[in-house]
């Protein structure tokens, strides 16, 4: 509004002796005096000081927990404990009133649970607008970090009628009329009546289109939504997530795993840098929620402590196959402890073998190279040996995988070859191929999980608090 400072400035100044002109949502109202006001600029509260004998009765009654008011005052040094400026009332409006008696967000602690009930409000809690603010900071960051290293940001296609992965997880896109749907003569669907004459899908991920985007212009990287239909009911999937996908010719394998350690590094220090209140107040909100459990289940470090040890190290980097070895002579493999016990190369790794590695064995984060290429995607490059790609995955404590990418296979008679292999249908990707068969060069890259990233930075350990309306199997509300 015109004329009114955001509660994040007026604290940062503490101009004492100023007016201001503030608009919020009341917290609290004590006292018929005392107000807290947040307008979700900061973690931290203004505190509202009104004149209760010079002010309307009825007007004090419209003050209630959750409230939209403007109000004019001075700022002062506070006389009360718990801040050190306050605003002296000297005009307040009641905006919106809201009803206590039905206002579903108690001045009181709701559970995480009840809060994703209400997702359409708890932009309005601590906890959950300090994790907006802190993944707007860190999406910030990462268009600074490539911006400064000369990529350009790709906008790939939301549809599309292209299976990136090759896994087959893709929600379809289509007019055809469900309850009608016109058929073939041979029984399959008509796709040819469908809007784009063929059937299509939203994006499982950018990947293909920054490769082509890359074999021209070199440093590339997409960030945009991606969408996956599988059906993982688990604290670290949804069906709609957000994906950072940088792609670069003429890197390697080594090139690509520096430019991610680098990324991550230099995003999660910008996040300390610039949002140490919403991040003290997670890593405080953490130690709560974590009192109620044993203590071998508590984090091990601190979250800002965690944060600085995962700046200020080398992550550990290994092949596949030597990952096999720690995990086949682990104690709990040993101890039949795992759910699936690693006795074979060539098994895809579990979440717990993958937790084992960082959080137990190595005790930082892992990127794991050069995978069975029976268990990585058709677009890999091969290794001499014949068995693997070279693929890397890096393996954060408490996350599992936060990245997964690779090199390219850019030699075209082995990529066909390979799509022959997994059956993807090579005829409809000549635009693919084209790149390899005009200019091909090495090139690589890989993506982020962005809402993986914002889980790790935040502490939080269910990905459905870190975006704001998440989309899981069974769930699509708001
Ligand atoms: O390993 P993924 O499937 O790799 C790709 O999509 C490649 N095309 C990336 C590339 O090389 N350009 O996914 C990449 C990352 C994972 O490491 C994980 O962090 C995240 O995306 N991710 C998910 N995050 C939330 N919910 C899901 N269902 C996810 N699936 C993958
Ligand atoms: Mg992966």
Redesign the pocket.
Known sequence: MKGSTSIREILAGEETGKRFVVNGWVRTFRNNQFIALSDGSTIRHLQLVVDREQTDEQLLKRITTGAAISAIGTLVESQGKGQSVELNVEALSVLGDSDPDKYPLQPKRHSLEFLREIAHLRFRTNTFSAIMRVRHALAFAIHKFFHERGFYYIHSPIITSSD??G?GEMFQVTTLPLENVPKKEDGSVDFKQDFFDRSTNLT?????E?ELAALAMTKVY?FGP?F?A?N?NTS????E?W?I???VAFFDLEDNMDLAEDMLKEIIRFAVENCADDLAFLEQRLVNEEKQKPQHERSPMPLLEKLAFVIENDFERLTYTQAIEILKNSKPNKKKKFSFPVDDWGIDLQSEHERYLVEKHFKKPVILTDYPKEIK?F?MRQNEDGKTVQAM??LFPG?G??????AREERLALLEKRMEEMGIPAHEMNWFLDTRRFGTCPHA?????????VQFVTGMSN?RDVIPFPRTPGNAAF
């Open positions: 990136a992965e896994a499982v991920s950018g990947q293909l920054a997409t991606t996956r599988e993982s670290r999937h949804l069906a997530f994906m996908e940088p792609e995607s677009y995955d890096i996350i995988e936060i990245v997964g990418g690779s890259g890989y993506g982020l999980g962005f809402e993986r990233l990905i």
